[in-house]
């Protein structure tokens, strides 16, 4: 399974590094925070990255008393604009706020990076898209492992929509393999968008789904959910863990693919050589994420406000790399 490279110019990549510095640029940890922050979103302007970076700018700037500016680098799925942070200042004027796994992985798997994952200092993985397995409501299946034995009983009878390259397509095949089984035991069926995968399970066409549950809660009274992707239960979903439902089947557990995650990173060196100043971040950002009333209204807008943590943070996304690494190699 490859990523699909998409070319970017170069011409444009070098115009963007050789954009001035910020004369605002702090010089030592005991001026931070700076006179200005700015956050550099790696995608475009609308989407959901864009729309997590500007809310938390706004809320942040007053809990940190400094204005915080967002700016959009996009191109390369994500490489330009990742490119364009590692050269800006790391003294904790730019922070890096965007989709930030799976697309730096990505990117890093897919061009000739000169960065890698030890490059950053992952702040915070705040909002989070896990994949549900879902089957349509008129399947007889009631849990993952009686799909999977009606897969192992009759070799392809039963049809899977999942979107390619996506992290649902890279956990059902992580949840096959667990259960002794691969992608020649079911019709895997790939659409193009989440929207269509939906559409299909929905409508019968397939009669399992795996995607993002965020997005599958618009056709929910047409499906049945079997498993959640992540490491704790959905409070949207009535269905357990991928790992609770491969322990109920006397299966290994496995590291789920965890879908896009919008968050906040820094330059590595910026925690290395301010350690306190990083940790001022991050005790800013922690504070910020628990203000109920700005976590309810991240909510009323359907955005994400959870709180993992750098080292929570940084254990999915290292983990997961090797996950994307593998089948990037296949």
């Not at 799909?147 to 096959?176: C, H, T, Y």
Request: charged share 20%.
């Amino acid at each position: 399974m490859n990523f699909t490279k998409r070319a970017f110019s170069a011409a444009t990549l070098a115009a963007l590094l050789t954009t001035a510095v910020s004369p605002l640029a702090v010089s030592a940890a005991e001026n931070w925070p700076p006179r200005q922050i700015t956050f550099v979103v790696a995608l475009g302007p609308g989407g959901s990255a864009d729309r997590t970076a500007r809310a938390l700018a706004q809320r942040l700037q007053e809990e940190l008393d400094t204005p915080i500016s967002v700016i959009n680098q996009e191109g390369g799925g994500g490489h330009v604009g990742h490119t364009y942070f590692m050269n800006m200042p790391d003294d904790g004027s730019y922070f890096l706020a965007t989709s930030i796994h799976p697309y730096v992985s990505n990117a890093i798997l897919n061009f000739d990076a000169t960065y890698s994952l030890e490059d950053f200092a992952f702040i915070n993985g705040q909002w989070n898209d896990f994949d549900i397995f879902a089957v349509n409501a008129e399947t007889p299946y009631e849990s993952l492992a009686d799909f999977m034995a009606a897969a192992k009983e009759n070799p392809g009878s039963l049809s899977v929509s999942v979107v390619p390259n996506s992290s649902g397509a890279i956990n059902l095949s992580l949840a096959l393999e667990a259960f002794g089984l691969t992608e020649d035991d079911v019709n895997v069926v790939t659409y193009e968008s989440g929207g269509a995968a939906r559409t299909a399970v929905a409508g019968g066409q397939v009669d399992m789904t795996v995607l993002a549950a965020d997005g599958t809660l618009s056709i929910a009274e047409y499906v049945r959910p079997l498993a959640y992707a992540a490491d704790e239960r959905s409070d949207d979903w009535d269905a357990p863990t991928l790992d609770e439902a491969l322990e109920a089947s006397g299966h290994d557990p496995v590291t789920t693919l965890a879908g896009s995650m919008r968050g906040l990173a820094a330059h590595a060196t910026f925690k290395e050589n301010h350690p306190e100043a990083f940790q001022a971040m991050v005790d800013a950002y922690k504070t910020v994420m628990e203000d109920e009333e700005f976590v309810a209204s991240l909510e009323a807008q359907d955005m994400g406000a959870e709180w993992l943590g750098p080292e929570r943070t940084t254990e999915i996304i290292m983990s997961n790399y090797e996950i994307l690494k593998r089948f990037a190699d296949e």
